[in-house]
Structures are given as structure tokens and as C-alpha cells.
């Protein structure tokens, strides 16, 4: 028997059935997103990895491919352009081995590295000058072979994620790029400033406090070939200081520069932790999950909904 009472006819939002409880900021961007996926993460990852851009050629974002090419490669060619493809010459003849340049940044470019070693190798059987533009020119080689792992980290989301929501949080790769530019900066602009600015302190206090024991040593690759690779990782405050420092002539070693090199690495490698943490909170958001919180984080979390559900 019909009622004369007034019945509420507005529909429930999509994907929330009616008397349900709101949806969470996350839950709506995951259910405006395409599930499907958009092709092969794996074989998107191998070919952005052999060639920049191949992987989003492979998904159909042909614009994008184009444009991670050149940038990419364009980087590696002026880099060797710059460092007349001498940047292995820095090892010394004991450490030339077969696969002594996969432990470089470069190697995160493997296409182009695999056609550098072809043309040029370990050089000539005899020392050469170094080019006045040999600094500049092998870090952007290796420059090249970071963009490019974060190349392949963005081909493997959109593969899994290839629908981007309107207003969607900062982008994974983004958020890890962010962090090789200055420490913390990826977690500082998804809202999590008090993790951002405490990442940047330690990693940049522990990279000064190295450079500062190694006398500005562990800023040179052609002494500490490897040791600078994973410096290299802490990205734009080492560039910056290997070229406003310089690379001065150092008739004695200091005492502590052994402790110096490994600090700064450490550094370097710490920061890659740091790329991983934000790369996986911006991945939650996007794929509606809940982002990797520490058990601290977690409890404080469900103190405060449970403060709001009993304000009394």
C-alpha cells in the first residue's frame, strides 16, 4: 500500500549502495579509473629499459614515447659528445671487466650503454687527457640512466593503471623524480611535510658531514668510480656540489676520507629508500589502497577516527 510520506529519490553515487558510508578520497579516484590494463608491465619495463620510450610506444602513447626519447637519449648523445665517450676510462686497467659499466647510472639506459662500450670500450691502451668537459659530460650520461629507470617505473603504472582520473594525486614516478631532485621532496608535495623535511635534513647532513671528512674527494669520479655511482643517487644537491666544489688537486689524502666515500654513498643509497617510499604512497593513492604507513602511523590514524566517531 503506497505511503503519503515524502521518500527520498536521490540516487546513490556510483559504486556506493544506498545507507553505506561515504567513500574515502582514494576509493572514488580508484573507481574512476579504467581497470583494465593497458598492455604487458613487464614488457613495457624491458623496452623502455633497451630503448627510452618504447615501453609507452608499446602502450600506445606514441607522443610521450617520442618526447621521453629525446630527452633521454638526447642526454646520453651530448653527454658523449662532451666526455668523448671516455667515461670507462676513468677504471683502472684491473677493474676492466666485462660487466665493470653495470654498476654504473649508466646502466639504467642499457640500450644506449650497450652501444657506447661497442664504439668506445675502456679507450685506448694508453692514458689520455681528459676533455675540459669530461665532468659535465659523464654526469649526463648518467643523468640519462636515472631518468630513464624512471622512465621504466612510470611505463610499468600505466601499464597496470593506463586511465588517469580527473584531479588525481601526484604520479608515482613523479613523486620518486621529486626525490632525486632534493630528498624529501616527493613526500613534502603529497602532504607528508614533516617526513619530507626530516628525510631532506639526514640525507643532506650526512652528505655534508661527508663531504666535509673526505675533503671534497668523494665528489670525484674518476678516483672513486663506483663510491660516486651510488652518490650519484642522493641526485641534484651532489651534482651541485661536485661543480661548485671542483675537483681539487690533493697532494695527500686526508685521514678520514675512506669514512668520507662510504658516507656519502650511503647517502646516495639511502635516498633511493626515500624514492621508493614515495613512489609507493603516490601508487597507493592512485590504485585506491591503503598507503604503507609505520605502525605509529596506523595507530595514531585510528586514534583520531575513533575520536571522531565518539566525540563524547
Partial sequence: MPSDAPTDTQPASAGQEEGSAPLSRAERLAQQATPERGGDPLVAVILTWLVPGAGHAYLGRMAFAGIAFLVVQGLYLIGVVLSDGMFLEYLP???????????????????????????????YPYPRVWPSTMDLGTALTATSGVLNVLLMSRAHFDARHPARAERAPLGPALAAASCWVLPGLGQFLQGRKRRGLLCAALLLSLFAVACYMAQGANLDRERHFYYWAGQFMLGLPALVAEFVHGHPILTDMPSRVDAGIVMGCVAGLLNILVMLDAYGYSEAQHLGTEPPRSPKSKARQAAEAGAQEDPA
Fill in 93 to 123: 686497467n684491473e677493474m676492466r671487466t666485462r660487466f665493470a659499466a653495470a654498476l654504473s647510472p649508466e646502466a639504467g639506459n642499457l640500450g644506449a650503454l650497450i652501444v657506447h662500450v661497442k664504439m668506445f670500450g675502456f679507450g
